[in-house]
T-cell receptor, first 111, second 114 residues
Framework: AQSVTQLGSHVSVSEGALVLLRCNYS??????LFWYVQCPNQGLQLLLK??????LVKGINGFEAEFKKSETSFHLTKPSAHMSDAAEYFC?????????FGAGTTVTVGA | NAGVTQTPKFQVLKTGQSMTLQCAQD?????MYWYRQDPGMGLRLIYY???????DKGEVPNGYNVSRLNKREFSLRLESAAPSQTSVYFC?????????????FGEGSWLTVV
């Protein structure tokens, strides 16, 4: 079975600072990896995904993630945080019948 | 652009009551899913339907039943609600259950069992 681990349940950043959210995966097959964002009381919105090809994936709202097979990682970054980035972020890996999610990382952005 | 629509958005139940969460998608997707979200646990798959006419258990199916009514609709039923089923429930769909397909989520249903 495939699984992901998100390191850090809460991350606090200052507006304009780098956002780095860590995700490591475990998979017996080449993984398909996803990052979703959830704003308060909302559903999940896809930020980006990696299936095959280029290992640096660009998503919406200035986010990007790099697939590193040697490190079994798929960390999410954004160079400059904005107040609107405050949300919960979920890393996920495609498994046999759906997605297996990490526990989530809540991002707070301070002025 | 409705996407995945689920109802109701909020519900309070008493222990032992039954209820059905309704879900419909307008993207002509083959596969549909029900997840529950609990603090610190991410989302966990309850049931899924890879295609019309099929349903299968996910990670946490106990206490739930599902019906794939047609290609558009996938309902989740709690026959005898328990406080442990207090959660946020998300319906989702994808073109197919195969790898690489993006899964699209509804806005969630907040269920409290007292």
């Amino acid at each position: 079975a495939q699984s992901v681990t998100q390191l850090g349940s809460h991350v606090s950043v200052s507006e304009g600072a780098l956002v780095l959210l860590r995700c490591n995966y475990s998979s017996s097959v080449p993984p398909y990896l996803f990052w979703y964002v959830q704003c308060p009381n909302q559903g999940l919105q896809l930020l980006l995904k990696y299936t095959t090809g280029a290992t640096l994936v660009k998503g919406i709202n200035g986010f990007e993630a790099e697939f590193k097979k040697s490190e079994t990682s798929f960390h999410l970054t954004k160079p400059s945080a904005h107040m609107s980035d405050a949300a919960e972020y979920f890393c996920a890996v495609k498994d046999d019948y759906g997605l297996s999610f990490g526990a989530g990382t809540t991002v707070t952005v301070g002025a | 652009n409705a996407g995945v629509t689920q109802t109701p958005k909020f519900q309070v139940l008493k222990t032992g009551q039954s209820m059905t969460l309704q879900c419909a998608q307008d993207m002509n997707h083959n596969s549909m899913y029900w997840y529950r979200q609990d603090p610190g646990m991410g989302l966990r798959l309850i049931y899924y339907s890879a295609s019309e006419g099929t349903t299968d258990k996910g990670e946490v199916p106990n206490g739930y039943n599902v019906s794939r009514l047609n290609k558009r609709e996938f309902s989740l039923r709690l026959e005898s609600a328990a406080p442990s089923q207090t959660s946020v429930y998300f319906c989702a769909s994808s073109e197919r259950a195969g790898v690489g397909n993006t899964i699209y989520f509804g806005e969630g249903s907040w269920l409290t069992v007292v």
